[in-house]
Nanobody, 117 residues
Framework: VQLQASGGGLVQAGGSLRLSCVAS????????MGWYRQAPGKQRELVAD???????NYADSVKGRFTISRDNVKNAVYLQMNSLKSDDTAVYYC????????????WGQGTQVTVSS
């Protein structure tokens, strides 16, 4: 499975971006999909994830500003980011988790988000 992330870019603080992650095959069987981010000199951290029943989970730092969604028809997961802050600057990576026959996590290649203050 390949995950193609896109939508990053340079935006001013307070602005919005929408990240997309498209899978090379059906995502229907992926139990969990989501986004992590990694800023320079920092560890990769969870941003948000969404299960195949639609349940969502967000990092406290993005609650109320970011919204994750998935489209099983388009084989995609999205991250709508509003009210962006300079602290949101990072490379954003999407992931997809398979549990059958074995647990395995797939990663996309990352997309750079830069928020200027």
């Amino acid at each position: 499975v390949q995950l193609q992330a896109s939508g990053g870019g340079l935006v001013q603080a307070g602005g919005s971006l929408r990240l997309s992650c498209v899978a090379s095959r059906s995502i229907f069987t992926f139990k969990l999909m989501g986004w992590y981010r990694q800023a320079p000199g920092k560890q990769r951290e969870l941003v948000a994830d969404i299960s195949n029943d639609g349940s969502t989970n967000y990092a406290d730092s993005v609650k109320g500003r970011f919204t994750i969604s998935r489209d099983n028809v388009k084989n995609a997961v999205y991250l709508q980011m509003n009210s962006l802050k300079s602290d949101d600057t990072a490379v954003y990576y999407c992931h997809a988790d398979r549990v059958d026959p074995t647990l395995r996590r797939y990663w996309g290649q990352g997309t750079q988000v830069t928020v200027s203050s």
